[in-house]
């Protein structure tokens, strides 16, 4: 049985639209002459846009904006780096003591009134330095980024000075 290659695996996720497309195309009446074709352009824009919107753009406002400047930086990245691949590092003597301090930190000064960002990031990387194993690692560094992702859209949403 032939392998997919890397470009045909990233394409299996447009299958579904693909289908969708086809069903549109088979279910939408085409009138002849000019502008025969107007309806069947609608429908396949309409319903094309509702599920790019559904499957693949974020739905957490400030989010998509959020994405794409991630994205811009890991293409600066990557030009300039490479791919690269490193130890995670985390796990280390202290680690388990560092990210219990960074939870005592953030929820005392949430209860006298006084969390801020920062408590609640460090918060997160000092969980995620501690994680030894990957999938848990993984789900922190997803935390992470929430995080970032919540200050930065709070960040956007303060008036400009």
């Given at each position: 049985m032939p392998t997919n290659t890397a470009a045909e695996a990233d394409l299996l996720g447009l299958v579904p639209l693909a289908s969708l497309i086809e069903k549109t195309i088979r279910d939408t009446p085409i009138r002849m002459g000019p502008g025969g074709t107007d309806d069947l352009t609608?429908?396949?824009?309409?319903?094309?846009?509702?599920?790019?919107?559904?499957?693949?753009?974020?739905?957490?406002?400030?989010?998509?904006?959020?994405?794409?400047?991630?994205?811009?930086?890991?293409?600066?990245?990557?030009?300039?780096?490479?791919?690269?691949?490193?130890?995670?590092?985390?796990?280390?003597?202290?680690?388990?003591?560092?990210?219990?301090?960074a939870r005592h930190v953030c929820q005392a000064m949430a209860s006298i009134g006084q969390g801020a960002w920062r408590d609640v990031l460090w918060e997160e990387v000092a969980e995620a330095f501690a994680e030894k194993d990957p999938a848990a690692l993984r789900t922190e560094l997803v935390q992470v980024a929430a995080v970032c992702a919540a200050w930065i859209a709070d960040l956007d949403s303060r008036p400009s000075a």
């Open positions: 609608a429908q396949l824009t309409v319903k094309t846009c509702v599920w790019v919107g559904k499957n693949v753009l974020p739905r957490t406002k400030g989010l998509a904006a959020f994405v794409t400047d991630v994205d811009v930086e890991r293409q600066r990245q990557l030009a300039k780096w490479g791919d690269q691949h490193h130890p995670d590092g985390t796990a280390i003597t202290g680690d388990d003591e560092r990210a219990a301090n």
